[in-house]
Nanobody, 123 residues
Framework: QVQLVESGGGLVQAGGSLRLSCAASGRTFNSYSMGWFRQAPGKEREFVSHITWSGGRLYYADSVKGRFTISRDNAKNTVYLQMNSLKPEDTAVYYC????????????????WGQGTQVTVSS
């Protein structure tokens, strides 16, 4: 069982930065690979980024590549999403999620989800 709590969201102007954190409970955190997803109003939840359990492999959606960076600290049971050069289209609720297998970009393959944190980017 893994419980996830996101933080770090907020209101920022276009071009600004935010750093999201996702704190996990449970002693098996480093057994899970972790993902970030986002959901804008009226849209489906979409993949943003993924990091393997060791941190050795990183994946990004094309829309955030070069602007967002995912990382994790297994000693702190935390995964991060550094978001730079934010755009109004990045506005969404951001969720972290944990998975042990399956497709890294599919919501169906993630077993645990946080409650989400709102990111709003003004133009």
């Amino acid at each position: 069982q893994v419980q996830l709590v996101e933080s770090g969201g907020g209101l920022v102007q276009a071009g600004g930065s935010l750093r999201l954190s996702c704190a996990a409970s449970g002693r098996t955190f480093n057994s899970y690979s972790m993902g970030w997803f986002r959901q804008a109003p009226g849209k489906e939840r979409e993949f943003v980024s993924h990091i393997t359990w060791s941190g050795g492999r990183l994946y990004y959606a094309d829309s955030v590549k070069g602007r967002f960076t995912i990382s994790r600290d297994n000693a702190k049971n935390t995964v991060y999403l550094q978001m730079n050069s934010l755009k109004p289209e990045d506005t969404a609720v951001y969720y972290c999620a944990a998975r042990m297998g399956g497709s890294y970009f599919s919501t169906y393959d993630y077993s645990y989800w946080g409650q989400g944190t709102q990111v709003t980017v003004s133009s």
